[in-house]
C-alpha cells in the first residue's frame, strides 16, 4: 500500500476461563460444540488454570471515544505505541511509505514530529510495540515488526525482521535513529507467514501473533537477539479468535501485551478481543485462556490497537480517521 506523506462486556465475574480438557468444563457447566472447547458464558466463573485468580485488569470498558484526527498523509496506519511522553502515540503507515516513524499528540491529531529510522530496508512495517531494551537499566526501546508478506517475502529472500532502537524525545523535533538494531527471523520448519501483530514482554521477549485463514492466529515468539542471521522461534500454539464475530475481524492484524495487568489484546479489522492471564502464566502458556470481546468502533480497516491510561487506544487505516479511546468504567486493578 501507497502513502503520500513527505518525510519531514463486562466481565462480570469471568475471569479468563480455564480449559483444561472436558473436566474443567463440566465443573464450570459450560457445554462446546467442538470437543474439548470451553466457551466462555456468563454461566461460568472462572478462576484461571489450576484455580489461581487471574490478574487483575479492567472489569468493564466504556464506549470509545473520538480523540483527534489525523492528519494528512497518515492514512495507512499499521502499527501504534503509546509514548513515555504524555500525551503522545508514536505511529507508522503500512508499506510504501519508507522508514518512517511519527509521534501524534493524541488529543489534537496533529504530527508532532516525524524520525525516520536509519536502516537499509523497510520492506512492509505492520507493527510495533514498546518494550525494555538490552537491559533494564538501558530505559525503553520502540520495537517495529516488518514481518507482512510472508508468501512474498519467501519469493524475495527476505526474512521478517524485528527492529529495535531507544525510544527518542519528540520534543527534540524532527531526527534520524541511527542506532537500530535488527532481528531477523525464521519460523520452524522455514514455513513462512504472515503477520502484523507484535507484542514485547517486561523481559524483552518478542511474539509475533500470524494473520491466517480459519478463524485462528499461531503465536510464536523468542527473546530479542540483535544478529546478522535469522533467529529461530519458537511455536506457542494456535488460539481460536472466533468470538471476534466477523469474517475479516477473525484474521489477526494488531495486539498489545500488558505486562503490568498481565493482559493481552487482540484483534481484527472490526472485532477486539482479550485475554486475561493468572498471575502465574505468560505469553508462552497462553494455550487454554479462553479470551472475552471488548469494545470496538465502526471502522473501515482497524490494523492498530494499544493499551494507555486504564484503557486502549486504535486507529483505523483512512484518511482522516480519529484516534479512539476506550476508557476503563473501573478502578479495579488499574
Not at 510495540?129 to 519467501?154: F, H, K, N, V
Request: proline share 7%; charged share 20%.
Amino acid at each position: 500500500m501507497k502513502s503520500t506523506i513527505n518525510p519531514h462486556t463486562t466481565l462480570s465475574g469471568l475471569r479468563t476461563m480455564a480449559m483444561i480438557g472436558l473436566l474443567v468444563a463440566c465443573f464450570c457447566g459450560c457445554e462446546s460444540d467442538e470437543p474439548g472447547h470451553i466457551d466462555a458464558t456468563d454461566d461460568c466463573v472462572d478462576a484461571g488454570r489450576d484455580g489461581h485468580e487471574g490478574a487483575a485488569g479492567c472489569e468493564e470498558y466504556l464506549a470509545p471515544e473520538a480523540k483527534g484526527i489525523l492528519p494528512t498523509g497518515l492514512d495507512e496506519i499499521s502499527g501504534i505505541a503509546l509514548a513515555s511522553y504524555p500525551g503522545v502515540l508514536w505511529m507508522h503507515n503500512d508499506s510504501g511509505s519508507g522508514p518512517l516513524l511519527y509521534a501524534v499528540n493524541i488529543e489534537s491529531g496533529a504530527l508532532v514530529a516525524t524520525m525516520t529510522i536509519d536502516v537499509e530496508l523497510a520492506y512492509d512495517w505492520e507493527a510495533m510495540s514498546a518494550g525494555p531494551c538490552a537491559t533494564a537499566q538501558s530505559g525503553r526501546c520502540l520495537y517495529i515488526g516488518d514481518i507482512g508478506d510472508g508468501g512474498m517475502r519467501e519469493f524475495l529472500g527476505l526474512p521478517p525482521q524485528v527492529l529495535r532502537f531507544a525510544e527518542p524525545d519528540p520534543a527534540d523535533g524532527d531526527q534520524t535513529i541511527t542506532n537500530v538494531e535488527t532481528m531477523p527471523l525464521r519460523y520452524p520448519n522455514a514455513t513462512p507467514h504472515n503477520a502484523e501483530a507484535l507484542v514485547v514482554d517486561a523481559q524483552g521477549r518478542v511474539f509475533i501473533l500470524t494473520k491466517e485463514e480459519g478463524n485462528i492466529f499461531l503465536l510464536f515468539g523468542a527473546p530479542f537477539t540483535a544478529s546478522e542471521t535469522p533467529v529461530e522461534l519458537v511455536s506457542y500454539g494456535e488460539f481460536d479468535v472466533s468470538s471476534m464475530r466477523t469474517v475479516d475481524a477473525t484474521k489477526v492484524t494488531a495486539a498489545d501485551f500488558d505486562p503490568e495487568q498481565n493482559r493481552l489484546i487482540v484483534r481484527g479489522w472490526t472485532g477486539i478481543i482479550e485475554y486475561i492471564l493468572p498471575e502465574h502464566l505468560d505469553l508462552t502458556t497462553l494455550v487454554g485462556i479462553v479470551p472475552r470481546v471488548v469494545p470496538g468502533a465502526d471502522e473501515l480497516q482497524g490494523e492498530t490497537v494499544v493499551y494507555g491510561d486504564g484503557g486502549y487506544y486504535f486507529v483505523s487505516e483512512g484518511e482522516g480517521t480519529p484516534i479512539h479511546f476506550v476508557p476503563c468504567g473501573d478502578t479495579a486493578g488499574l
